[in-house]
């Protein structure tokens, strides 16, 4: 299923992040900057399938840029 496509390709980027060279770093913010913005557009559509994976990209987001706890 293309959702969980998504989803898996982001948590695995996230996942990858901390020990990506700095070019790949680069490539996977533009990476996320438009996976985030897919999300959040599916979220605002129909939240009761896309509200908590929306959340969970945005929670990884947060870590990967020391943001959260």
Do not use: C
Request: hydrophobic letters at 40%; proline letters at 4%.
């Amino acid at each position: 299923m293309l959702l969980d496509y998504f989803l898996y390709t982001a948590l695995t980027v996230a996942a990858l992040y901390e020990k990506a060279s700095a070019t790949s770093r680069l490539g996977g913010a533009t990476s996320w900057q438009r996976t985030g913005n897919n999300w959040r557009e599916w979220a605002d559509k129909y939240p009761p399938t896309f509200g908590d994976k929306h959340a969970l990209v945005l929670a990884e987001l947060a870590r990967i840029e020391s943001r959260g706890p």
